[in-house]
């Protein structure tokens, strides 16, 4: 018992550290990552909702008659082409917290996410 | 007078026992003295130093005084405080490491030192310490056990290497004396 660390007790420690740092990696990557899953991007077109796409599933959506296409990758919801001539709606970036939106005026067209709690701010957009 | 220092009387175990519950109260101010808090960026955090004591109670199976000394602890720790929040938060968190402790010592007569009992005891505190505190705040102090329960080992460690450089001393100390550390008390 004169020893300051035996060979079980390092096992010990390694098994427990292996734990805490999974425990640690499960619960902060479920806390600060987005949930995706519970997340859809909503496309209306003139105030109608047209399809629905979850951010967890990488796809894409084509409003065919316009050529305004919708993509969602990695979680984030972008539109990635358009007809429109600014383009606005394109560069908008793209978007993954609940309350987020891209609109592009020209084509009378919205993308917004939708999920539990809006992070964002009703008023400040 | 055979076996003077052997103490064997109720009120021999009370002093033993008070003692002990001084040297945690005294154990508690001096972790004051070590910034841990500075080089572990964790709010609310402490070495525990304190349940080095309580651990060597449990070694030597003095667990009646380990229990008494746990209590008073407790206790001392409502009446500091003053709120009856850390009382539970103080009492949960002791039951459960001084249950990890008694169930945990024997271990060390398996290879094992008092580092895998201290931190194993350390993460079981933390753990009771989150639950309670989850009951009395809110379910989002849970958040914070992944953080605890990985600086639990580092504090165990420290408290589990200091016991094994500290309870073989104190044991010889004790055998030169005359009597055996590791005796329960038999005429009782």
């Known amino acids: 018992m004169s020893k300051i660390l035996s060979k079980k007790d390092a096992v010990f420690l390694c098994v427990s550290a292996l734990f805490s740092a999974l425990l640690c990696f499960f619960v902060y990557s479920s806390l600060f990552s987005p949930d995706a899953a519970k997340k859809t991007a909503v496309i209306s077109r003139s105030g109608k909702i047209v399809h629905e796409m979850k951010l967890s599933e990488d796809g894409t959506f084509l409003i065919e008659d316009l050529g305004f296409e919708v993509t969602v990758r990695d979680g984030c919801a972008f539109v990635s082409r358009s007809p429109c001539k600014g383009r606005y709606c394109v560069n908008s970036g793209r978007i993954s917290r609940p309350g987020a939106a891209v609109i592009c005026v020209p084509c009378e067209i919205t993308v917004t996410v939708r999920g539990e709690e809006s992070a964002i701010d009703g008023v400040a957009g | ?188």
């Open chain 2, 1 to 188: 007078m055979t076996n003077r220092t052997r103490v064997s009387s109720a009120s021999g175990k009370a002093a033993h026992a008070a003692a002990a519950a001084a040297l945690i109260s005294a154990f508690s101010f001096l972790e004051h003295f070590f910034p841990v808090a500075a080089l572990i960026p964790v709010p609310g955090i402490k070495l525990g130093l304190g349940n080095i004591v309580l651990l060597y109670l449990v070694s030597v199976k003095r667990y009646g005084e380990a229990l008494s000394a746990a209590a008073v602890k407790v206790v001392l720790s409502f009446f500091l405080s003053g709120s009856p929040v850390a009382l539970a938060l103080s009492l949960s968190g002791t039951a459960l490491s001084l249950a990890a402790m008694f169930l945990l010592c024997p271990m060390t007569k398996r290879g094992f030192s008092f580092v895998t009992v201290s931190s194993a005891s350390s993460f079981f505190f933390n753990l009771a310490q989150t639950a309670a505190a989850c009951v009395f705040y809110t379910g989002a102090v849970f958040y914070y056990f992944p953080v605890l329960s990985a600086v639990s080992l580092v504090t165990g460690t420290v408290t589990g290497i200091s016991a094994n450089l500290l309870f073989p001393k104190i044991n010889k100390l004790i055998r030169a004396r005359g009597s055996k550390p590791d005796e329960r008390y038999a005429n009782e």
